[in-house]
Nanobody, 121 residues
Framework: VQLQASGGGLVQAGGSLSLSCLASGTTFSNDAMGWFRQAPGKEREFVAA????????WYADSVKGRFTMSRDNAKKMVYLQMNSLKSEDTAVYYC???????????????WGQGTLVTVSS
């Protein structure tokens, strides 16, 4: 599985951005996709995850009510709509595929290259 994330950029606090991730290639075990982020000097943290088979996405408490993750199975795309952005959302955002364990655990078999989101206050 190869992952290509896009959509990062610079936005003012309170603004919105949308991230996309294309999952090309196939793997039988890839049942979920996740978004993680890593701010400078901090560990990578869970943002959201979703299963290809359906069901509601999972969200970190810090983004609930502001971020929405969705998927398009036919296009093998996942999206992260980010609204009401805050300066603390500034980070490199990574999409990931095929979790080893829990979907909020940053142990995934495949990672995208990351896309930078900068929120100015």
């Amino acid at each position: 599985v190869q992952l290509q994330a896009s959509g990062g950029g610079l936005v003012q606090a309170g603004g919105s951005l949308s991230l996309s991730c294309l999952a090309s290639g196939t793997t039988f075990s890839n049942d979920a996709m996740g978004w993680f982020r890593q701010a400078p000097g901090k560990e990578r943290e869970f943002v959201a995850a979703i299963r290809w088979s359906g069901g509601s996405p999972w969200y970190a408490d810090s983004v609930k009510g502001r971020f929405t993750m969705s998927r398009d199975n036919a296009k093998k795309m996942v999206y992260l709509q980010m609204n009401s952005l805050k300066s603390e959302d500034t980070a490199v955002y990574y999409c990931a595929a095929d979790p080893v364990g829990a979907v909020d655990d940053p142990e995934y078999n495949y990672w995208g290259q990351g896309t930078l989101v900068t929120v100015s206050s």
